[in-house]
């Protein structure tokens, strides 16, 4: 067994060399990536987080549907596919900016989701080690996540190393307002046409009733508030259109969830009353064109809100 | 429990630790803590369900004894076994499936049934372990087999955790004389099994889950994804599967041998066969082996000529389709493999040596037919064969490139490896002692910062369904 134990830890010794250096090289590269949906425009991020005076955060609806160049130079929107409330929370450990404007994407079947549990809030891990507060972020809402990525440094990498290494080869930047329009190729706007003609109900998808709000999307929600509140930042949480709509007492719910705890949110998922496909790219997603007259529409609703100047 | 969770993690090198160091490796002793881990291994997912697996425990334990004991009615107490073990699979699998397929039945003649059907879960692995039960009275009935008096080993035999949930299924033959003799620490067990469980993360968390993450949205949703997107998808499936259900299989293995136990081999690189016949001797030897022995030979075999020969492959695939999941799916599946064995052995087109040509048909076949074990029902079948062959491929492939791209990372390693064990004609299971000890330090390294840096997130091992 002697020998046995030896191999083991002569085994284990040599992953964690191999670990550290591997590590070391994709962090190295990591930092130098400005390129991409994923690390390129975190890194992106982190150098204007505290210069912008306008943050969009959100899921692929936030970054298809608001086109921050409508708002001027000073914003940029940070949304990014699949991503969801935790995911903004930890965005929000790492503002310090006093006074800006923070608005939060949210989905009416995600604030009723018991099955969430936050973790694409751990897509971050990563940045923890060069962000005091976004490591404090970590430790105090994945501490075994944050407790493993101190033994084994290539843990946050996971399923970053191959998007690091090839973007770290492309010398190209993420354009500056951080908004990707979408403009459907002829054979996506015949599949949604076609998908639109035969669906015949796309009414509260994914929420089940008697409605209860899910426990981490409210743990996650509170503490956006909470760094809101220490920055004196105006937070705003809303919804964009979609095609996939919600009866009234889910819109009554989830307003009463945001009013209760005296935060702003703006529901527009009816927005778009007509059902005009050019102004789509499938059920939940906006066309460009789409996304231009959203974006004219929650500029004015945040002016009238007193959010932003009135125009 | 899953393999691959934490709980896992801190489950077994507890269960490892608190094994070895019994003292003079004392067997009963290792027995009971064994069966009290298989069950806390098993009751972790639902601890309701430790009842059907003590109930078939003690039923084939006291069967076994009458059987040997029994001068006239060995039968009967066979069919005892039988019924119990078939039954609880009936009510628990099967039931639902046979009352919608009577009330569909009934609807294709115009006439509306109502029969209730029954609102239970499927126990996880109750198709693995009442086939482990009931083999065992089988072989006690065939005079092939002692039966144990040791109701521990016995019950440790039937709930024994590697192996528990998804297989490999383990003959009484194999396991039980193991589980009544000492165990010793051997450093070649430790080498071999830590090297299969690292290939088995490796296979189950990169590689296939992976292509699950790539996939799933695709056999959900057939309809609205162009043809080159499904074929991607056929394609990847077959690898989906067998890099789960193998890596699976490595996990269990391994587990098994770093206690000291030797299980038989499970999967032997089955797209690497040049038939549909070879195909079955390297895929899930442990439930094609079963259906041979306890059915298929039963049935007559090839001892009763030409027309039952192909009857009895034809049924034994069928059944073996079924003896998979509850839908008509399973079964036409099965089906499809019993037309192609029958045709291989008719034809005589069993090829004698490795043969590229034969063995890309084989996989094209094979990957043809998983379809209808992936898609979610008939429909969905039906609308993935007529993108697949109706194209156009002129689109491109639509969904998350850099998924696509660590998913081609982890799939080419795993099939260089495969390559290299068959070029080599090396096993698995005995790979790890081959090693020195400096290049298995770097290659486990290796595996493991793979494994760190490219799994996915955490999804059921598809066979836990069966």
Not at chain 2, 30 to 42: G, W
């Amino acid at each position: 067994m002697k020998k046995s134990i030896l191999l083991f830890f002569g085994t284990l010794l040599t992953f964690l060399i191999f670990d550290r250096i591997v590590t070391m090289v994709i962090s190295n590269a990591e930092k130098k990536i400005f390129i991409g949906s994923s690390i390129g425009k975190v890194n992106q991020f982190s150098k204007v987080k505290d210069s912008v005076d306008v943050l969009v955060l959100g899921s692929s609806r936030a970054l298809h549907h608001v086109d921050t160049r409508n708002f001027g130079e000073s914003a940029f929107n940070i949304g990014a596919d699949g991503k969801k409330v935790a995911y903004c929370a930890a965005l929000s450990s790492m503002l310090q900016k006093k006074g800006q404007i923070v608005l939060v994407h949210i989905d009416h079947n995600r604030v009723f989701d018991k099955d969430y549990e936050g973790r694409d809030g751990k897509g971050l891990l990563y940045k923890a080690e060069s962000n005091e507060n976004l490591s404090e972020f970590y430790k105090t809402k994945f501490p075994t996540e944050y407790f493993i990525s101190k033994g084994v440094h290539s843990y946050p990498y996971n399923g970053k190393a191959l998007i690091i290494l090839k973007n770290f080869l492309v010398k190209d930047s993420v354009n500056q307002s951080g908004y990707e329009p979408i403009f459907p190729t002829e054979e996506q706007k015949a599949v949604f046409a076609n998908m639109f003609k035969e669906e015949k109900s796309q009414m509260n998808i994914g929420i089940t009733k008697p409605l209860s709000i899910g426990d981490e999307f409210e743990k996650y929600v509170d503490y956006i508030q909470e760094t809101a509140v220490a920055n004196g930042s105006k937070l705003v949480f809303f919804t964009s259109p979609s095609l996939s709509k919600v009866d009234g007492e889910v819109h009554d719910k989830v307003g009463k969830f945001f009013e209760n705890r005296g935060i702003l949110y703006l529901d527009h998922l009816d927005y778009f009353e007509n059902q005009d496909l050019t102004l789509w790219k499938d059920y939940t997603h906006l066309s460009a064109k789409g996304a231009n007259l959203y974006t004219g529409f929650l500029k004015a609703q945040l002016a009238e809100h007193g959010v932003l100047p009135a125009q | 429990m899953l393999f691959n969770s934490l709980a896992f993690l801190i489950f077994f090198p507890t269960v490892f630790i608190l094994y070895w160091s019994i003292p003079n490796n004392k067997i009963k002793t290792q027995n009971v803590l064994l069966l009290i881990a298989s069950y806390v291994f098993y009751g972790w997912w639902d601890w309701r369900f430790l009842s059907l697996i003590a109930f078939s425990t003690v039923v084939d334990y006291f069967v076994g004894l009458q059987i040997a004991n029994a001068k006239n009615n060995r039968k009967r107490w066979l069919l005892v076994s039988v019924f119990v073990n078939l039954g609880l699979l009936a009510t628990f699998k099967y039931f639902n499936f046979f009352i919608e397929s009577w009330i569909e039945l009934w609807s294709l003649i115009g006439l509306e049934t109502h029969v209730g059907t029954l609102n239970i879960v499927l126990p996880v692995g109750i198709s693995f372990y009442t086939f482990q039960t009931m083999s065992y009275s089988i072989d006690i009935y065939r005079k092939e087999l002692q039966p144990t008096k040791d109701f521990i080993a016995f019950s440790t035999f039937v709930s024994f955790f590697p192996q528990l949930v998804a297989g490999p299924i383990e003959r009484a033959s194999n396991l039980i004389p193991q589980l009544l003799t000492k165990r010793e620490w051997k450093h070649e067990n430790f080498k071999n099994g830590f090297f299969q469980i690292c290939i088995g993360f490796f296979r189950k968390v990169v590689v296939a889950d992976s292509i699950g993450a790539l996939i799933d949205g695709v056999y959900n949703e057939p309809g609205i994804h162009n043809s080159t997107t499904i074929g991607l998808a056929v394609f990847l499936y077959s690898f989906q599967i067998y890099f789960d259900f193998s890596g699976y299989s490595d996990i269990a293995i391994g587990t098994a041998k770093l206690l000291g136990f030797q299980f038989k081999r499970n999967f032997n690189l089955p797209y690497f066969s040049t038939s549909i016949t070879e195909f079955w001797r390297r895929w899930h030897i442990s439930l094609s082996s079963w259906l041979r022995d306890y059915l298929y030979i039963p049935l007559g075999g090839n001892r009763k000529g030409t027309v039952m020969l192909y009857r009895n492959l034809f049924l034994t695939m069928l059944l073996g389709g079924l003896w998979h999941g509850s839908s008509w799916n399973f079964v036409i599946w099965g089906m499809f493999h019993g037309i192609l064995l029958a045709i291989e052995r008719g034809f005589g087109l069993i090829p004698k040596k490795y043969n590229l040509f034969n063995n890309l048909l084989t996989f094209f076949l094979v990957t043809l037919i998983w379809i209808f074990f992936r898609a979610l029902d008939f429909g969905d079948a039906k609308i993935i064969f007529q993108k697949l062959f109706t194209g156009p491929y002129r689109e491109l492939y639509i969904g998350d490139i850099g998924l696509l791209v660590s998913t081609f990372y982890g799939l080419t390693l795993a099939l260089l490896f495969d390559l290299y064990l068959f070029r080599k004609g090396l096993f698995l299971e005995d790979l790890g002692n081959r090693i020195k000890n400096v290049a298995f330090a770097l290659a486990i390294s290796f595996i493991v910062l793979n494994i760190i840096l490219f799994y996915s997130s955490a999804s059921n091992f598809i066979y836990f369904q069966f």
